[in-house]
């Protein structure tokens, strides 16, 4: 192994991460190393995320969805993603339907953190996750969805809420899983080719 403790993951933050998320010691590790390398410091920068997010939506604008993201995974708002940030975010972003998954979507659409979501909020999200979707399959959607307005209203309308009310975080949850269209619209899943 050589003199790797500087560098190398600490065992208790390999447990949690084991514990939180589905991925095993050997992708976290890889990660790890990869992080070292594109991070010397350990933190990354709002940025430095954007580049990494825009890896993964080449044909299209991943910028302020990136932004949105890296807000709702600086836990402690300095302003950087240490090393378990940046996992957990990688793996509530990744597929899935769990309680924490919405938890996650939750805080994403919570923009300015005041633990409630309201229509603008929601409005700004889906204008960024419409940005992520690529030009010629915005064409193909659905005509009660096919602008990032026509979007936020129609997943607004599933919360049962007037337009100038809030919605707090059960809320959000229940009425994602009682509607399969919600969970569709709070987040943008490529289409399989």
């Known amino acids: 192994m050589g003199n790797t403790t500087s560098s ?7 447990e949690d ?15 790890y190393e990869n992080f070292q390398k ?9 940025e430095e ?3 990494i997010y825009t890896r993964f939506f080449p044909d299209s604008d991943a910028k302020s969805y990136a932004r ?5 995974f600086d836990t402690n708002d300095d302003g950087t993603l240490d090393f378990k940030e940046y996992i957990i975010a990688l ?26 979501i309201n229509k603008t909020e929601v409005t700004e999200i889906c204008q960024a996750i419409f940005k992520l979707i690529p030009k010629e399959e ?8 096919n602008t990032p307005e026509k979007r936020a209203n129609k997943l607004w309308s599933y919360f049962e809420k007037k337009d100038n009310e809030r919605l707090a975080e059960g809320e959000f949850i229940k009425g994602v899983i ?3 269209n919600a969970m569709r619209l709070i987040h943008y899943e490529p289409l399989k080719q």
């Open 38 to 46: 594109q991070c010397p410091t350990g933190r990354i920068s709002p």
């Open 8 to 14: 190398a993951l600490s065992k208790e933050i390999l």
């Open 178 to 180: 009682e509607n399969e």
């Open 17 to 31: 991460l084991k514990l939180s998320t589905k991925f095993t010691e050997n992708e976290i590790s890889q990660w």
């Open 68 to 72: 949105h993201v890296f807000r709702s």
């Open 138 to 145: 915005q064409s193909k959607l659905p005509e009660d969805e």
């Open 49 to 51: 995320f954007e580049q």
């Open 91 to 116: 793996h509530m972003t990744s597929t899935g339907k769990t309680t924490r998954k919405l938890e996650w979507a939750f805080s994403l659409f919570d923009v300015d953190k005041n633990g409630y």
